[in-house]
């Protein structure tokens, strides 16, 4: 019986049933032992990488406002910016991460572990800004990759975009990674290491206008410092748009002017003081700024003998030259010293003490009056003038007129020029005042100073009748849903101390210096519309050796500035100029003709409008 159920079949399923057992035995003792390495020689580790699993706020960087020409013609927009961060707490071996994200980013490790040395303070589960402002297709590869990157994130920032790059850099500025001591100062709310602000021009000026709200999220991130989900969000608040005062064709119009010159110029309204137009050449292009400038940029920049980065219209002085010519006629005008009428006869040097004092035309002018004077720039004419008006009287009327001072247009680091005094050359030289002095000052030259917007404050001041209004850059500001929350007005921060008769006959002299024959300007009048100007020609070095010969100069650098300061139409003024050329040689040639092109543009779009 018991040989007949014992078959070969039954062996067969025995055998069969033993290697199964054995097999998932084998499979129990795997699972056991992999087991016991998570839970227990890898324990801690996975309790860390649990305890990562967390919620964590995002901050939201708000849309930095736009901004627009008095026209609405965008000037400065933004752009999305594609930025690397790595969160050290996310990430276990960071320096093997590294390695693996500098093979993705195409750049070198030591620089992406230098970023992290650097924010050495910054704690670790704060994100640390490796790379700003990525392409798309590095981009790319850091997604396919993303999690052999743990702790690696991509972050999409909203950043300044130049529309017209080189145009108007000077007045909109740019931005900078905020530093300690800004970071310290309470006036900037809400930042921190690595946000970008206002450093110069407007989006300095108007830093608290532009820059919005930061808003932010609660999320929730995995081990690898990955979102899981959104929990809450505040979204962030748009900063507010502004609109300049600037006439943006004006502004790109007389920067092409300039072509291979160096220099400035300022236009305003003279009825307000408005900026419509502020060139200083060369200039910069500030999307260089973007997401932080390199090192090599900024070493071309600063090594420019140029100076590229300096606002020409508010920050260089120079010799303001025959422009204050203009301040010298008014004083005598109303000081009595000469009237209309008052002439002398210039044979091209005058005598003053031991010392000739030449005439820029070697010749003379002969017979000039106060308007001959002024329209022919006889330098012979306001030596006399000078001379009976004395330095401190000049300096008064100066002053009055907005030299010497700064005109508070609300843009960084404006210079103050000099009116010199005799009080003055006392306490900053330690010498007495010679009269000799004088008749340097009388001409513009010697110890005097302007800044180009002083010059065109001045001319507006004489079109408008005697107000002398603070330069205004800001028109007005609209909230992100097109709310006006600020409109400018002119402001008026004096009168000039002229009788209306005076400023008649100084206009009537700065309108013959381009509409009469043998004005300084003649050559650059304008068809169909009446032009008052100035001429002026500021030395560098001296006309004269110390042998009484010519001096010869050949250096371009030693050569003259070419000054020209105007308004137009004569009859109802609606614009004022000033222009320097440096190293120009002379108003006429160089200066009055970027004038005239100045006011040809604004005045035939202004009937077009």
Not at 535 to 559: F, S
Request: with cysteine; proline share 4%; net charge neutral.
């Amino acid at each position: 019986m018991d040989t007949f159920f014992k078959t070969p079949d039954m062996d067969w399923y025995k055998k069969r049933l033993v290697l199964a057992v054995y097999i998932a035995v084998a499979a129990f003792l795997c699972l056991f032992l992999r087991l016991y390495y998570l839970q227990v020689i890898q324990g801690h580790e996975y309790k860390r990488l649990s305890e990562n699993n967390c919620i964590r706020l995002q901050r939201i960087t708000p849309s930095r406002g736009l901004v627009f020409d008095r026209y609405g013609d965008l000037m400065v927009d933004n752009r999305p910016s594609f930025d690397l961060y790595i969160t050290l707490k996310d990430t276990p071996d960071a320096a093997f991460t590294v390695k693996r994200l500098a093979q993705c980013v195409k750049a070198p490790e030591q620089d992406l572990m230098a970023r992290i040395a650097d924010a050495k303070k910054t704690p670790s589960y704060k994100p640390i800004l490796l790379i700003q402002d990525m392409d798309r297709d590095t981009v790319a590869r850091i997604e396919v990759h993303q999690y052999e990157l743990p702790g690696v994130t991509i972050s999409v920032q909203p950043v300044r975009e130049y529309l017209y790059p080189k145009s108007a850099a000077h007045i909109l500025g740019y931005l900078g990674e905020i530093n300690v001591d800004e970071l310290n100062s309470g006036n900037y709310e809400g930042s921190l290491n690595g946000d970008y602000i206002g450093k110069f021009g407007v989006e300095k000026s108007y830093e608290k206008k532009l820059r919005g709200e930061f808003g932010g999220r609660q999320v929730e991130v995995n081990a690898f410092g990955q979102v899981i989900r959104v929990i809450q969000t505040v979204e962030a608040k748009p900063g507010e748009n502004i609109y300049l005062t600037l006439d943006g064709n004006l502004q790109r119009h007389t920067e092409a002017l300039f072509e291979d010159k160096t220099g400035s110029a300022v236009a305003l309204d003279p009825n307000t003081g408005e900026i419509l137009a502020m060139v200083s050449i060369p200039s910069f292009d500030p999307n260089l700024f973007v997401g932080g400038i390199s090192h090599e940029n900024w070493r071309i920049l600063n090594s420019d003998p140029d100076r590229p980065l300096r606002n020409k219209a508010i920050q260089a002085e120079y010799p303001p030259a025959s422009t204050y010519k203009i301040i010298t006629s008014m004083a005598g005008l109303e000081e009595g010293v000469v009237d209309k009428n008052s002439d002398i006869f210039c044979v091209g040097r005058y005598y003053f003490g031991n010392r000739e004092y030449r005439d820029w035309k070697k010749e003379g002018h002969g017979h000039v009056n106060i308007l001959t004077a002024l329209s022919k720039s006889c330098d012979v004419y306001f030596y006399q003038l000078g001379i009976k008006l004395g330095v401190d009287r000049l300096a008064r009327y100066a002053k009055a007129c907005g030299f010497g001072e700064v005109t508070g247009v609300e843009l960084e680091h404006e210079s103050r020029g000099l009116i010199p005094t005799s009080s003055w050359k006392e306490k900053y030289r330690g010498a007495r005042w010679q009269a000799g002095e004088t008749l340097s000052i009388a001409i513009g030259q010697g110890y005097n100073l302007a800044t180009p917007i002083q010059v065109a404050v001045m001319m507006a001041g004489i079109a408008n009748g005697g107000v002398k209004y603070k330069p205004l850059i800001l028109k007005k500001v609209e909230s992100h849903e097109g709310e006006l929350t600020f409109n400018a007005s002119a402001i008026k921060t004096g009168t000039f101390p002229m009788s209306r008769k005076t400023l008649d006959i100084v206009s009537q002299g700065l309108f013959q210096v381009v509409n009469i024959p043998g004005g300084t300007a003649y050559s650059s009048r304008i068809e169909g519309i009446h032009m008052s100007g100035k001429t002026g020609t500021a030395q560098v070095v001296g006309r004269v050796t110390k042998n009484g010969e010519d001096r010869k100069i050949e250096a371009r650098h030693l050569k003259s500035h070419g000054w020209f300061t105007a308004f137009a139409p004569s009859e109802d003024p609606k614009i004022a100029v000033a222009v320097i050329v440096e190293h120009g040689e002379s108003g006429s040639g160089a200066a009055a003709p970027i004038a005239r092109e100045m006011i040809k543009k604004y005045l035939s779009e202004r009937e077009g409008q």
